[in-house]
């Protein structure tokens, strides 16, 4: 997506679209925009989302000292564009300068045949990480790895441990990683470099030595990135490093989280158990996908009756079918909360039950 602009502080700009067909892969717009030299700290660029009352605000950033280049993430599947303005005080705060065409952005699932040792025949996970994959005063079944393995119903093994660094990861592969004999290792790592300053060559060469022994070791990899306000190049050198090495990217998880205190616990500094409900919501489509897993609904007695349930993802909608006969089928339908879905039907030798995800 690019916004150009005709001459120095002018702006009248040409609007392109370039190279946007929905975004399937990954959740990022990139903006550019020109000339990048003369842009001051009054332009910004902002990301809208199209809402039921019209655009919506999701996210801006300062043009200035960014070299006409910077990215976005998207939230979440809908119609989005970027608008450039000015936000100086000259008798009215904010004045639109350009405005890009819409991008519709459908989903975000890696591709499993750019992910290097995709197909696996097993299902095990190992979830390497720091503190925001171990967990803060939880419960284990609150946990980010527990709540991932709940919803893909996959195994998922905690291997997060408070306040590592990537090299501190890369030192606990053999003893903490391997031993499980994983089929996939997602990695939530560099958050504690960024915080304590480890320059950031030394964060991604950490990364990729461990996405390099993880694949030796026939396991698949995805990354799970996080971006900080005005630092672009964390999400970039993630992606980067996900194409460079044949891994799978699940970009910012911690989007929309922090700091709001529905998603977040002031006092460990870290998700909560709903937090890390809607970090499990981004990561599962990638671990179903990777892993083929399709979903699959359990059925238990009760009495004169059967509980059916199966997990959901937040807004999805399920099909629940149910036949005696296997010619007529009836319907319910139901829309997923994150948390298990549970049914009451009446017990009958010869029903059968099946639910589909769209």
Do not use: C
């Not at 959740?27 to 000339?35: D, K, N, Q, S």
């Amino acid at each position: 997506m690019s916004i150009v602009g005709a001459a120095p502080l002018t702006y009248a700009a040409i609007v392109t679209f370039i190279a946007l067909a929905p975004v399937l892969e990954r959740e990022t717009v990139e903006a550019l925009w020109a000339p990048a030299s003369t842009i001051d700290a009054t332009k910004w660029v902002e990301l809208e989302k199209e809402g039921t009352k019209g655009w919506e605000f999701e996210e801006r950033k300062v043009t200035f000292g960014r070299d006409g280049d910077t990215d976005f993430i998207v939230p979440e599947p809908g119609t989005y564009r970027l608008r450039l303005v000015d936000r100086s005080f000259t008798g009215q705060f904010q004045s639109e300068l350009a405005v890009s065409e819409t991008l519709q952005v459908v989903g975000v699932i890696p591709d499993p045949h750019k992910v290097k040792n995709f197909p696996q025949e097993g299902s095990k996970v190992v979830f390497l990480g720091d503190s925001i994959v171990e967990g803060r005063d939880l419960l284990p079944e609150q946990t980010l790895p527990a709540q991932l393995g709940a919803m893909t119903q996959v195994e998922v093994i905690n291997a997060g441990k408070h306040a590592d660094t990537t090299e501190q990861m890369l030192m606990r592969l053999e003893t903490d990683v391997f031993p499980h004999n994983p089929d996939l290792i997602p990695i939530f790592g560099g958050w504690n470099d960024y915080r304590t300053f480890v320059p950031r060559e030394t964060t991604f060469r950490n990364l990729r030595e461990i996405i390099r022994r993880s694949q030796e070791k026939g396991a698949m990899v995805v990354i799970v990135g996080f971006k900080k306000p005005f630092f672009d190049d964390f999400e970039r050198e993630f992606r980067k490093l996900s194409d460079e090495m044949g891994a799978g990217y699940v970009p910012n998880v911690l989007f929309g989280l922090e700091e709001i205190s529905e998603f977040w616990d002031f006092n460990t500094f870290h998700p909560n158990a709903a937090g890390y409900r809607v970090m499990a919501e981004r990561i599962a489509p990638a671990v179903r996908k990777l892993l083929a897993i399709r979903l699959r609904m359990s059925i238990q007695r009760a009495n004169d009756r059967v509980v059916l349930s199966w997990p959901t993802f937040s807004g999805k909608t399920y099909r629940l079918r149910e036949t005696s006969d296997f010619n007529v089928w009836t319907e319910t339908l139901f829309i997923g909360t994150g948390q298990p879905m549970e049914t009451l039907k009446p017990l009958s030798p010869k029903r059968f039950f099946t639910v589909v995800e769209e």
